[in-house]
């Protein structure tokens, strides 16, 4: 079929394996094309992230086109297995021509009718960008709805009228806006009004979807700029609601913005240090408790917000299982927000208040601590710039947990010395000391036969023999230990 007046052409990129699949549905009379995010991709020299085909044969010919393929799903989507390694590769979804059905409740199309005509199929896509089919082996592209002038203009346009595709599918205002934070796209005026008059439809989509879409966003290189684009539309309410509360909540003076606009910088930051989703999450939410907590201080004639870490990490809690988000993304993010205000002045912080924190927040999680009071500095907008503190304390956490140079490093102890027939008393020790230093010199020495051995003709010493090397092993201890603290210290630059 013609699907054009005149016919496109386009150069693109196709892997072999990609490229095979389509010519083998064509060889058996079929059309094949590329459609989709694969082929936006390819137009904007950007990787994509995986392959659909669409075609006009039936789910059960492409089953019989291919050896190894799987079909289970209501939307006659096949997954055609290739021999290629490369894991994005690996499954290529061949979808039929699939027609739009009538919708209830802005979330799934009521049954799944296929089509003939990939023009049908182009028209039930999402956006004018996401809707231009291309056919490898020709060349050909069929871009019905001038999805490549809005990739020149960097803008996300629905296909049709914007405000009946929202109200079909609630979940597309989402994407929009996380295909703007992906691409750096920017939402072309008539479906962002599309988006403002169905905004309420949101709520009717579950958590699970939103959730997904949300972390896109997070991941994406610009959060900030959607949030505040969600925020804008009118359906951020549908998917944080907490955050609008902090608008116009002014803070104390080491503050330039509201407690909105630095949740927003706070995360930003995240995200340009390419921080691991867990930071960029908590630093969303880290003041999410303020709104709730603030009071006026007279005597000091400034905002306090005492407790807003405890009880925001309790409304993160709530906020986040609402969302369907994984256990251990909840407690990494929600221990994160409770443990923020920690005390860091390495000047006069101790090694056991670092213990502690390190405890209560998690050995794994307290890099992320530190990144998360980095973003928080950052987003006051009046950051003070100290790299050497934060260097110190760094350096302090990794000292609380070293394993400090010990005689419990040796593979023998004073029980077993017990049992090999010495009596309890300061001799056991001086024994272990004595066979630390051995250790220390040659590691190779720290097996149970070679320490047992020499344990035990220690064990004939006098008392004052015994003593001297003992002692003169627990001073050994300490240089080393010493040295091994300084080199750390060194590794942060704080020497
Ligand atoms: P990426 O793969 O980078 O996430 P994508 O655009 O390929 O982006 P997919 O979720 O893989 O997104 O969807 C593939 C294609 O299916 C889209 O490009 C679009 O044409 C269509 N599509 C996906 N979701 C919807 C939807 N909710 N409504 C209409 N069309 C959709
Ligand atoms: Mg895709």
Request: with cysteine.
């Amino acid at each position: 079929m013609n699907y054009n007046t005149g016919m496109e052409t386009a150069q693109l990129t196709v892997p072999p394996a990609i490229k095979q699949i389509g010519e083998t549905i064509k060889n058996a009379g079929f059309e094949s094309y590329l459609v989709g995010g694969c082929v936006r991709d390819l137009m904007i020299s950007r990787e994509p992230k995986d392959w659909d085909i669409t075609t006009n044969a039936t789910p059960e010919e492409i089953q019989g086109l291919f050896v190894e393929t799987f079909y289970e799903n209501t939307y006659g989507t096949v997954g055609v297995v290739t021999e290629s390694e490369d894991p994005r590769l690996k499954v290529v979804e061949v979808t039929p021509y699939r027609i739009e059905s009538a919708y209830t409740n802005a979330r799934h199309p009521d049954e799944v009718r296929f089509s003939k005509n990939l023009t049908d199929d182009l028209k039930r896509r999402d956006f004018t960008i996401n809707a231009i089919a291309y056919d490898p082996s020709s060349g050909e592209l069929i871009d019905l709805h001038h999805g490549r002038e809005d990739l020149a203009r960097r803008v996300i346009t629905a296909v049709g009228d914007p405000h009946e595709r929202f109200a079909e599918d609630a979940l597309r205002m989402l994407r929009a806006i996380r295909l703007a934070a992906e691409l750096d796209f920017a939402i072309e005026t008539q479906t962002a009004a599309g988006i403002v008059g169905n905004a309420s439809q949101l709520a009717k989509i579950s958590k699970e979807r939103i959730r997904d879409e949300l972390t896109r966003i997070l991941m994406s290189p610009r959060p900030m700029q959607a949030i505040y684009i969600a925020q804008k539309l009118g359906i951020l309410k549908y998917v944080l609601p907490r955050l609008e509360d902090g608008i116009g909540i002014d803070q104390n003076q080491a503050h330039s913005y509201d407690v909105f606009e630095h949740l927003m910088r706070a995360m930003q930051c995240a995200a340009d240090k390419n921080w691991p989703f867990e930071v960029r999450l908590a630093a969303l939410l880290h003041d999410v408790g303020k709104p709730a907590t603030r009071v006026w201080s007279e005597e000091r004639k400034d905002w306090s917000f005492h407790g807003h870490e405890v009880v925001g990490a309790r409304m993160a809690k709530d906020i986040l299982r609402d969302l369907k988000f994984p256990k251990e993304t909840i407690d990494a993010v929600v221990s994160l927000i409770r443990w923020h205000m920690f005390f860091s002045d390495p000047d006069t912080v101790t090694l056991s208040a670092v213990r502690r924190i390190i405890n209560n927040v998690g050995k794994e999680h307290i890099k992320e601590l530190l990144d998360l009071r980095i973003c928080d500095r950052v987003g006051t907008g009046r950051p003070k710039e100290q790299p050497f503190r934060l260097r110190k304390y760094m350096s302090m956490v990794d000292e609380a947990l070293r394993d400090p140079i010990s005689v419990g490093m040796l593979k023998i102890d004073g029980t077993r010395l017990m049992t090999l027939g010495e009596k309890p008393g300061p001799r056991i020790g001086w024994i272990l000391h004595a066979l630390l230093e051995e250790v220390l010199d040659d590691p190779q020495k720290n097996t149970p036969e070679y320490l047992e051995n020499k344990a035990s003709s220690m064990m004939k010493m006098t008392t004052d023999e015994l003593r001297e090397i003992g002692e003169a092993g627990k001073e050994r201890k300490s240089e080393e230990d010493e040295a091994a603290v300084k080199k750390l210290r060194e590794k942060h630059h704080v020497n």
